[in-house]
Nanobody, 126 residues
Framework: QMQLVESGGGSVQSGKSLRLSCTAS????????MGWFRQLPGKEREGVAS???????YYAESVKVRFTISRDNAETTFFLQMNNLKPEDAGVYYC????????????????????WGQGTQVTVSP
């Protein structure tokens, strides 16, 4: 059973950066799709970015230029580099994984990810 643990959340001012990490308990190179999701106050959980074993990446339009998803060579940790953060980015960020590869039309579907981290808070002040 895969377990995911996020780290790297915190409180920053608008325009600053944060880097989130998600460490998996097993290697992630078995055609896993790894994703970052967030739940903003009063909103449903939404997909932010994903990366798969082929290094295909998908991003939500709202973060496309500012956020970058990546993974380490050991394939046990993946990251979300968030630059130029805005107050509207504030919320709880979750990492997730699935055994199916990422696809553009479903990478953001929360129901397709069986493995989730516990979430990490990101706060952005004006």
């Amino acid at each position: 059973q895969m377990q995911l643990v996020e780290s790297g959340g915190g409180s920053v001012q608008s325009g600053k950066s944060l880097r989130l990490s998600c460490t998996a308990s097993v290697r992630t190179n078995n055609l896993y799709c790894m994703g970052w999701f967030r739940q903003l106050p009063g909103k449903e959980r939404e997909g932010v970015a994903s990366i798969d074993d082929y290094a295909d990446r998908y991003y939500a339009e709202s973060v496309k230029v500012r956020f970058t998803i990546s993974r380490d060579n050991a394939e046990t940790t993946f990251f979300l580099q968030m630059n130029n953060l805005k107050p509207e980015d504030a919320g709880v960020y979750y990492c997730a994984a699935r055994t199916r590869a990422c696809f553009k039309d479903d990478y953001a579907r929360t129901d397709l990810y069986p493995f989730w981290g516990q979430g990490t808070q990101v706060t952005v002040s004006p």
